[in-house]
Structure formats: structure tokens, C-alpha cells
Nanobody
Framework: QLQLAESGGGLVQAGGSLRLSCAAS????????MGWYRQGPGRERELVAT???????NLADSVKGRFSITRDNAKMTVDLQMTSLKPEDTAVYYC?????????????WGQGTQVTVSS
């Protein structure tokens, strides 16, 4: 079982910055994709940013230019640097990991960390 531990959420004023970190642990060494999703009040969970083991990145249009994602394959960590935060970024942010092999796909989620952006 892969476990994901998030840290770094909190309360910040609009225009501020936060950095989220996620560390994976478990008997796995090749995590295909790691990243972040979020779920705001009354909204569905949505993709924020992901990065593959080859460091190919995918960011939601709403965060491009403001958020960046980095990954350390050796440490099995993924970080989300968030800048120019807006009230609409308020959400629970979930770390995400995908293990994929021929005929099998496993998705893992962290417990979530709250990010609140005040106006």
C-alpha cells in the first residue's frame, strides 16, 4: 500500500504564497504520476497539477503562471508552490499518486490539507 502524507496548508491573504509538500512511502519505487487535486466548497474534486516520473507536467489553466510543481523521484516527494493566491483557490488539496502497469492501474490519495485564502 502506498501512503501519502501532505503538509504545508494554512491560511493566507490574497496575493500571498504557500508551498504544499507530499511524501510517499511504501514498497514502491516507480510512481508513474504524482500531483495535486483540490476540492473547494460545493465543488467537485479537480486537477491542479501533475508531474510524471519523466517530469512531464500538466497544470490546470486556472493555476498556470501562478503555481508550479516539482518532484523528487529519489525521495518520492512532490511539491506545489502556490503564488498570487486568490480566494477561489480556497479548497482542500489532495496529494495524488498513480501506479500503472500493463493491465493494472492504482490510484492513491492523501488525506488532504486545507488551504484558505482570505480576501
Amino acid at each position: 500500500q502506498l501512503q501519502l502524507a501532505e503538509s504545508g496548508g494554512g491560511l493566507v491573504q490574497a496575493g500571498g504564497s504557500l508551498r504544499l509538500s507530499c511524501a510517499a512511502s511504501g514498497p514502491f519505487r516507480n510512481i508513474n504520476v504524482m500531483g495535486w487535486y483540490r476540492q473547494g466548497p460545493g465543488r467537485e474534486r479537480e486537477l491542479v497539477a501533475t508531474v510524471s516520473s519523466s517530469r512531464s507536467k500538466n497544470l490546470a489553466d486556472s493555476v498556470k503562471g501562478r503555481f508550479s510543481i516539482t518532484r523528487d523521484n529519489a525521495k518520492m516527494t512532490v511539491d506545489l508552490q502556490m503564488t498570487s493566491l486568490k480566494p477561489e483557490d480556497t479548497a482542500v488539496y489532495y496529494c495524488y499518486a498513480l501506479l500503472a502497469s500493463v493491465g493494472e492501474r492504482q490510484v492513491f490519495w492523501g488525506q488532504g490539507t486545507q488551504v484558505t485564502v482570505s480576501s
